[in-house]
């Protein structure tokens, strides 16, 4: 591994926890769709940015970008307020405007620099290491790794302060507007640093996959726990995951870094949501498969205990008369006396079945009480 | 250039005139399908579909090879299908939410499909050339061919939307109570969301990804502030759609470096801006004036109430009473000579004194009617 290939995956797994960490309340607030809207809008921002203060690596040109994802957010909201379109539509008639704008004002007036629309939108993380910060002659690392550093910075410092109010705003928006927080500053603070994340991780990875980056860790960690804690934790830990498996997919395909890191998230993302172990598809067909023999070998027991004794006894405990009585098909019937057989419920002897001693009691549990 | 040599290069140039088609036809198809997914609030999904395309259609060309445009979209339109599926399932199976499985799916496809990209472009052979421009589509690359396959996939969309014109429009505003009726609600969804999926992806080439979305959603909600109806509003999405794409995209023919894509958001977004403000009943500045208007008739009522309720007191209705006293019961310090002013021009009072204002005749009588009628609504 080169000493660049080093850099790369630092930078990218930086990037990732950076991203991380504010879309974990993204996506427990629903405004998932916000960090599209304002990785997109940023464009502008750093455009307009550009023309003013003429450098590139100036970090002027953050807070600018910042400033323009959440004048972003305040004017798809100014947009709700007026009532007169559809609020996810709001959204999606925004940012394409100011997105719109900046690609124009690239493509007129500084589309011999070195701001390309392809570059702003796809990034270009292979380059990063090549930009190094320099002191007094002393090289220090790639810049982006100290851009980034410090975002991650802020990133934390806010999270760490306002955990409390972060947490309240975010479960229960009513309870904290009685507790007196203020909801618009939480959301603005929020929407900053995500505007400000988004700017950072918007060189490196590009606008779109700002959003894979912020969206799909925290959406895969929250089918892993209930916990706010854990689930910021372990979104930073999927992060780093797919920025750095990412490169290595890259690095064997000859392919954007970017892109891969996008497509190892979408990945792990599935591989959570398949086998997550209390949410995933799997556990949960597993559990469906479960609770439905068990109910129907209750509902077996149930019936034999209701029978026994009785003068029909006879009829109503062969295996042919379940079939119409409870309505089972053949070989379901078979497969739940099966099942009822293995867990010692009854016997099953020449076409008559019986209730064991264990298989009465659980049957009479069953009617009785309900939870078990 | 002037409007003339304009219309005369419409008419004979033949790039031009391609690159308006496809522009207007782009235009129609999505700003007609698009007003359902407004409708149905499901703007955000065409910005997912237009993403998720990329793969299918860096698929399709890996497969194939070929850059006609047909295969390319049909590779778009799977692509961009099974991204819907998958949020669908995604929302239906666990307890992630419609927003974080849209900006997931859109962004982890968007990434898949730049990876294949970034593969495809690094073939030996160059025939890879071009198929970037779905990024952010490229309206002069346009071919007669290309326009002829949009106008046919968006004929044979809005067919099947105009055949099932009842199903739709109950699957828009009623979907319970379509199935009461027994229609095959999902097999509708399908169907209309097929049709959202065309739609998208025959402006894929035109405008781009990035903001085919804007495509569904600008024009169906400029049209929504103008009527309440689902017919017309259809009617003038698409009349909207068409519109944008032909400007836009005779502005950037005529104006150097000026993208079309951008350029086509620009001007549907316009479309919407006005609409907001101007369109009747529901534009934002007819609304201002409404208000205004109500807020003065209430304000002229009040200080005839006032007025009245001053006069009872005396024998006489036509009793005068001080300004000061009228400013003293008026909510707003500032307005009262104002308001006096008015009534005085309509003759419901009159001035005795220098500060002393009446009522007069017409002025009682109006004052009983407002009591009668109770504030605020002599409407």
Known sequence: ?372 | MDILSLLNDLLFDYTLRTVALGSAVLGIVSGALGSYAVLRKQSLLGDAMSHAALPGIAIAFLLTGSKISLVLILGAAIAGWIATLIIMSIVRTTRIKYDTALGMILSVFFGFGLVLLTIIQKRPDATQAGLDKFLFGQAAALLERDVITMALLGSVAIATMLVFWKQFKLLSFDPDFGATLGFPMRFLDVVLTTLIVIAIVTGLQTVGVVLMSAMIVAPASAARQWTDRLGPMIFLSAAFGALAGVSGALLSSSISRLPTGPTIVLCVSAIVVLSIFLAPARGLVWSWFRDRRNRGRLRLEGMLEDLYSLALQHKDPGHAHPVSVLRLMSADKGGVDNSLRKLEEQGLVRRVKSEDWALTKEGIEHARQIIKLGVGEGQ
């Open chain 1, 1 to 372: 591994m080169s000493g660049e290939q080093i850099e790369i995956q630092i930078i990218a797994s930086l990037v990732a926890v950076t991203c991380a960490i504010p879309g974990v309340f993204l996506v427990l607030r629903r405004m998932a769709m916000m960090s599209d809207a304002i990785s997109h809008a940023i464009l502008l921002g750093i455009v307009l940015a550009f023309f003013a203060i003429h450098d590139i690596s100036s970090p002027l040109l953050i807070i600018g970008a910042a400033l323009s994802g959440v004048l972003t957010v305040s004017i798809v909201e100014l947009l709700n307020k007026t009532k007169l379109v559809k609020e996810d539509a709001a959204i999606g008639l925004v940012f394409p405007v100011l997105f719109s704008i900046g690609v124009i004002l690239i493509a007129r007036y500084a589309w011999s620099i070195h701001l390309d629309v392809h570059a702003v939108l796809l990034g270009e993380l292979a380059f990063a290491p090549f930009d190094r910060l320099t002191v007094g002659g002393f090289d220090l690392g790639p810049k982006s790794l100290y851009v980034m550093g410090t975002i991650l910075l802020i990133n934390l410092i806010f999270i760490l302060l306002f955990y409390k109010e972060l947490k309240i705003s975010t479960f229960d928006a009513g309870l904290a507007a009685a507790l007196g927080f203020s909801p618009g500053l939480i959301h603005y603070g929020l929407m900053g640093l995500v505007s400000v994340t988004a700017v950072g991780a918007f060189d490196a990875v590009g606008s779109i996959l700002v959003v894979a980056l912020m969206v799909t860790p925290p959406a895969a960690a929250y089918l892993l726990t209930d916990k706010l804690s854990y689930m910021i934790i372990l979104s930073a830990v999927i992060g780093v995951v797919s920025a750095i498996s990412g490169f290595w997919l890259a690095i064997l395909l000859d392919a954007n870094i970017a892109g891969s890191m996008a497509t190892m998230a979408g990945l792990v993302f599935l591989i959570v949501f398949l086998f997550a172990p209390d949410r995933g598809i799997v556990a949960i067909a597993r559990r469906r498969s479960r609770q439905r023999w068990e109910f129907a070998g209750k509902m077996l027991a149930i019936h034999l205990l209701n029978h026994e004794g009785t003068p029909d006894e006879k009829r109503e405990s062969q295996v042919e008369h379940l079939e119409e009585n409870l309505c089972w098909k053949e070989g379901f019937a078979n497969k739940v006396i099966k099942y009822a057989e293995s867990k010692g419920i009854l016997i099953h002897d020449r076409g008559m079945l019986r209730l064991t001693g264990y298989g009465r009691e659980y049957a009479m549990k069953s009617v009785t009480d309900e939870s078990t």
